[in-house]
């Protein structure tokens, strides 16, 4: 029955225990309530990043070809996590043995997606900072172009090569110490994490070890970023790039931040549940520890589940011309719609009132196709026609580093 207790899940019992102010570090549902909301929205923001792409061919770059990737990456991730959260709230309490088992083959599944896609969206990370310092510091378009490949062969293939033996040596499922109630690497005879030292050893394996990596990786490389463009706009002081050089610093910096505050809450956790005391009935802790334990387990499902929704943030709803071409994609059509109709119902009360000056001005304040001014009475929907310089492998101009088209580069 204990072990039954950790596989359906359920809350540990410490009833009898030598202090009576000791709770199980159980925290319930609420963290997979926050995880699906906010995984709902990152599923959101990185299918419309992969739509942009989608959408506007003349910028699939190879800057947005890597956020696409990691995308696609952080979309698995928050599906899984999903996946994860709806069957820890089906299962929860439950005590019949077959639902257990249910749960346990469950879990294992979303452990398996999750850990890898995880490792995929930390790759492709870092491949995205090594791609701006490329670029940006060594101005090599045509050498960081070529390594797009590359970074494919090793962001989708090496976690596989890291969770698969993970997995077939049964090394992934339910695990009690996680405090936003999704499956990892598995640990049901837990007493606490510094009494299962191979467990430990298996989390930095499958994930945390790498996630460090990224940390110093992502921060190295866009610190390095920051002060190359800062000792450049200095250079460039009192010109008109000055203020586009200070856009691109500060969008570039928070890349970094918003990617460590996001992840950090789950490094946190695992530190917290490394400094639970060990107990060999189980792991009973203090009202106060347990509230903390709930604190960050819910800011774990918002952060671990939502870097779908950051990544839109900074690379579509920051980045203007994204955001402006992605919106005359989707939304153009139906103003255009709504624009010729509005001008039709002019037309006709003007004919109808038999008033000849005012189908004149009428036809004045339409839109004129050839030179792309609008109606005063009209909101302005900006034209498609970007002039936009692309940074690919296959673009010539990248040989010519321009610090005013870095932004497109950097927020694409």
């Not at 997979?32 to 909301?37: G, N, Q, W």
């Not at 460039?236 to 203020?243: G, H, K, Y």
């Not at 139906?334 to 005012?358: F, H, M, N, W």
Request: hydrophobic share 45%.
């Amino acid at each position: 029955m204990e072990s039954q207790n950790v596989t359906c899940p359920l809350s540990f019992n410490c009833s009898g225990k030598s202090s009576k102010d000791l709770v199980s570090f159980d925290i319930g549902a609420s963290p997979s309530y926050v995880s699906i909301v906010s995984c709902i929205l990152s599923c959101l923001g990185s299918l419309l990043i992969v739509l942009a792409f989608c959408l506007l061919k003349d910028l699939r770059t190879t800057t947005q070809k890597i956020i696409t990737f990691l995308a696609i990456a952080d979309f698995i991730s928050a599906v899984g996590y999903i996946f994860g959260s709806v069957n820890f709230l089906t299962h929860f309490g439950k005590t019949n043995s077959s639902e257990c088992q249910v749960f346990l083959i469950l879990c294992e599944a979303q452990a398996t997606i999750t850990a890898w896609s995880s490792l995929v969206s930390f790759f492709w990370t870092v491949f995205l900072a090594l791609h701006f310092f490329l670029i940006i510091v060594f101005k090599r378009f045509h050498f960081a172009g070529k390594l797009l490949s590359v970074y494919n062969v090793i962001a989708w293939g090496v976690p596989l090569i890291i969770i698969l033996p993970l997995l077939g040596t049964g090394k992934l499922g339910y695990a009690p110490y996680a405090a936003s109630n999704w499956c990892y690497v598995k640990d049901y005879n837990y007493h606490g994490l510094r009494q299962n030292e191979l467990t430990v050893v298996f989390i930095l394996v499958a994930g945390k070890g790498w996630e460090f990596i990224s940390y110093m990786c992502v921060t190295v490389l866009y610190l390095l970023i920051f002060c190359h463009i800062h000792r450049t706009r200095r250079q460039l002081q009192n010109t008109e790039i000055e203020p586009r050089m200070l856009q691109v610093e500060w969008r570039l910096m928070a890349i970094p931040m918003l990617f460590i505050l996001l992840r950090m809450w789950g490094t946190i956790q695992l530190i917290v549940s490394l400094s639970l005391p060990s107990n060999k009935d189980a792991p009973c802790i203090t009202p106060q520890l347990r509230d903390v334990y709930l604190a960050l387990g819910i800011l774990q499902a918002i952060g671990d589940g939502g870097q779908g929704w950051g990544n839109a943030v900074l690379y579509v709803f920051l980045s203007p011309t994204i955001r402006t071409r992605l919106f005359n994609s989707l939304c153009g059509p139906c103003v255009d719609a709504i624009k010729g109709r509005l001008v039709g119902e002019l037309d006709t009360d003007t004919t109808t009132s038999q008033k000849p000056g005012l189908n004149h001005r009428v036809r004045n304040m339409n839109v004129n196709k050839q030179d792309g001014s609008t109606s005063p009475l009209l909101p302005h929907r900006p034209a498609t026609g970007y002039n936009i310089r692309k940074y690919d492998s296959t673009s010539s101009s990248e040989q010519s580093y321009n610090y005013e088209h870095s932004m497109s580069s950097t927020a694409a």
